[in-house]
């Protein structure tokens, strides 16, 4: 047993990593870097980034509050909340985003949302959007897990030592939350460079404008220019890969997901 | 003082009934009952976490029912002590001062005195994961004790300590407590702690006070069967007494013994192992029981040794292992049973079925 499972172990290391190095290498390192600096590749990182720290930032905005009640409240229709709530982790991305298209394309709510202002069909908001709806069960997941483990007896004891119900959130259940919000915004951060299936349905895939990264990588193989495509995909690599470190490093302390 | 008038309250499934309770200025308090009783359910509906289903609560006069828990002064140390991790141990036991928008100077001095009190000075920028079950404890008084509470609620504080640290920590409680001259309610189930800190106790069973008094009145006078076999006083036994002058005689098994009461019926006879004395011949004494009797089991425990005596009905006495061995004592040894009349209590047993 011990040969055979040590075996099979060592394989699936060199598939996994032999797969992505081919990828890395498959360009000559100077075309790799040439690529890396062309307009295209340098705009598809900055819209990622921007995006992806903008519907990374919303995600805790909405996601901590949300988790302390899954975690610290009850009230009817919790279960239901729950499993509405986290539903799209187990959803398609292109779901989530046929989903969005569809109510911001055809509903009055949406063609009013619209005409205030919040244009999200095919534009960069779209993205932020798009990614939003796909992380965000990520995030209330992870916070809630680790509100959870957090006896509310702190907050019982600051609340005998002069705290309000918030003051008692903010100055002891937020900071003893700190490792799972550090590792949930890496977590919906890395998950948002890389949404394509959402972003690609609500967002569009136009050249220089909804361009991120995934997107890029997807316009510059179908159109022949895998040199390109190759650069985006070994950022995104480069991205999963400090993404998976930054977790480990921060999972000795609390177990998240 | 601290009144409780009826209070009921649930959180989950624990849930305490009609509690009513007076607690005086400067008392040690001691709430024992078994796992379960909802005692920390009590502790934390007086602390204001929750809010009763029913009844008040009034501190020196005022209702403060309704108030928020950081209104009422009233400390919490749990079992687990509950430091904040994420900070010092200065900035725990400085924690509610903060609150209160107390100047940095004035604080520093508080936390200074009273850390000087605890002897934890020395611990002062350490981070409570650094920290030993003892000092923890410490820090967590601290952080209740420099408030100044008007009632500080301590659920089980030495459960997670070992007896020989428990016994020591207790005393020196004790001690800061009554320095301090602070109001105690605290919740246990060592007995050693309700003999060595309580001025009163009360004995709680599924969500309701069934006895409260000094410890020696409550440990002397069982008011039911649950309180006595929580107390351990291990013999109890039910029979049928019938006035004679001044004491009863209790029927049971074929034989008797005395009891100082006036309670006529049937009854539950309690009697601490302690106060039985076993002898090979009658023993000459001025203790008006002494039933022959024939050993059934000796059960060792630690460096006392449990006899159990079949007397007509079982009996429980203690003895050293010394006494033991010097009486020759096995299984089927004839002995005396002595002990006084007045070492017996009686408990009416329809109060049991009231109850």
Redesign the interface.
């Known amino acids: 047993m011990r040969r055979i499972s040590l075996a099979l172990t060592a394989l699936i290391f060199c598939i996994i990593s032999g797969t992505l190095l081919c990828l890395v290498l498959y360009s000559p390192l100077p075309v790799l870097l040439a690529s890396l600096a062309n307009p295209e590749i340098h705009f598809a990182i900055m819209l990622s980034l921007v995006t992806g720290i903008a519907s990374t930032a919303i995600c805790i905005a909405v996601a901590v509050p949300v988790a302390y009640a899954l975690a610290r409240y009850t009230f009817p229709g919790k279960r239901i909340a729950t499993l509405v709530l986290t539903l799209p982790l187990t959803l398609p991305p292109l779901v989530a985003g046929i989903a969005l298209l569809l109510f911001f394309g055809s509903t009055p709510w949406g063609k009013a949302l619209e005409s205030a202002g919040f244009a999200v069909i095919f534009t960069p908001l779209g993205i932020v959007v798009a990614q939003v709806f796909v992380n965000l069960p990520y995030m209330i997941r992870i916070m809630r897990s680790s509100f959870a483990a957090i006896s509310p007896r702190y907050e019982h004891v600051a609340k005998t030592l002069g705290c309000t119900d918030t003051g008692a959130f903010l100055q002891v259940a937020l900071p003893m939350a700190r490792p799972g919000i550090l590792a949930g915004t890496v977590i919906t951060w890395s998950k948002a460079m890389g949404e394509f299936g959402a972003v690609l349905m609500l967002a569009g895939v136009t050249m220089m404008r909804t361009e991120t990264l995934p997107i890029a990588l997807y316009l510059n193989i179908s159109t022949g220019d895998v040199d390109l495509a190759v650069a985006a995909a070994t950022i995104l690599i480069a991205i999963s890969l400090a993404a998976l470190c930054a977790v480990e490093y921060l999972d000795r302390d609390v177990h998240v997901v | 003082m601290l009144t409780l008038e009826s209070l009921s309250a649930h959180v989950g499934d624990f849930r305490i009934r009609e509690i009513s309770l007076e607690v005086r200025d400067r008392e040690y308090f001691i709430i024992i009952g078994p796992t379960g009783a909802g005692k920390t359910v009590l502790l934390?509906t007086i602390?204001?976490?929750h809010q009763p289903d029913a009844g008040r609560m009034l501190l020196d006069g005022t209702d403060i029912t309704a108030l928020?828990?950081?209104l009422?002064n009233?400390?919490?140390v749990?079992q687990?002590y509950?430091l904040?991790?994420?900070l010092t141990v200065e900035k725990n036991i400085a924690?509610?001062l903060r609150?209160?928008g107390i100047a940095v100077q004035e604080r520093r001095a508080a936390v200074n005195e009273t850390s000087r009190v605890l002897g934890i000075s020395h611990l002062l920028g350490r981070y409570p994961e650094t920290l030993s079950g003892g000092e923890q404890q410490r820090a967590a008084l601290a952080?209740?004790l420099v408030?100044e509470p008007r009632v500080l609620l301590l659920d089980e504080p030495m459960s997670a300590l070992d007896s020989g640290t428990r016994a020591r920590i207790s005393r020196e409680l004790l001690a800061i407590c009554k320095e301090t001259q602070t109001t105690v309610i605290q919740i246990t189930h060592h007995f050693e702690e309700v003999h060595a800190l309580a001025d009163r106790i009360a004995i709680m069973q599924d969500g309701m006070i069934v006895q409260s008094g000094t410890p020696s009145d409550v440990f002397l006078h069982p008011a039911n069967v649950f309180a006595a076999e929580f107390l351990c006083i291990g013999n109890q036994i039910p029979g049928m007494a019938v006035p004679e002058g001044r004491l009863a005689r209790v029927g049971t098994g074929g034989q008797s013994f005395y009891a100082v009461s006036d309670i006529a019926g049937p009854v539950i006879a309690t009697l601490h192992p302690e106060d039985i004395i076993v002898s090979r011949e009658p023993f000459v004494s001025s203790a008006r029981n002494c039933l022959p009797g024939t050993v059934t089991e000796l059960v060792p425990a630690g460096s006392t040794v449990r006899v159990i005596l079949d007397a007509g009905f079982l009996l429980t006495a203690v003895l050293t292992r010394e006494s033991c061995r010097d009486l020759a004592l096995e299984q089927g040894s004839r002995v005396y049973a002595t002990f006084k009349a007045s070492a017996v209590h009686l408990i009416a047993a329809a109060h049991e079925n009231q109850g």
């Open positions: 934390e602390a204001g976490i928020e828990p950081r009422r009233i400390g919490m749990y687990d509950m904040f991790p994420h924690f509610g609150q209160k952080r209740a408030m």
